[in-house]
């Protein structure tokens, strides 16, 4: 994946807001999911299809940390989502 790959959800799923964290059910796996901390924030920016350096941008405007941990972080959660086949 890189940073001027646009990304777009392939599956609408039932999401509820516990307590500041996300619980999605994924009723053709069979499977659950709960999100939390800047994970809640990558989800809601992707609502809407957006590149990997607009979610990193928005993020760094909103977080003290450096581009380096934040791409990472970034990287990494939309890898687990491509896994699952969210997008």
């Not at 799923?13 to 964290?21: A, H, P, Y």
């Not at 009723?27 to 989800?43: A, L, Q, R």
């Amino acid at each position: 994946m890189n940073r001027s790959d646009a990304i777009k959800l392939k599956k609408k799923l039932n999401v509820t807001d516990l307590s500041g964290e996300k619980v999605m059910i994924d009723f053709d796996s069979g499977k659950y999911f709960m999100i939390k901390g800047t994970g809640n924030d990558i989800w809601d920016i992707i609502q809407e299809e957006v590149t990997v350096d607009e979610i990193i941008k928005k993020l760094l405007s909103e977080y003290d940390v450096s581009e380096e941990v934040c791409e990472k972080s970034v990287m990494d959660f939309l890898g687990k989502l491509k896994e699952n086949d969210f997008i």
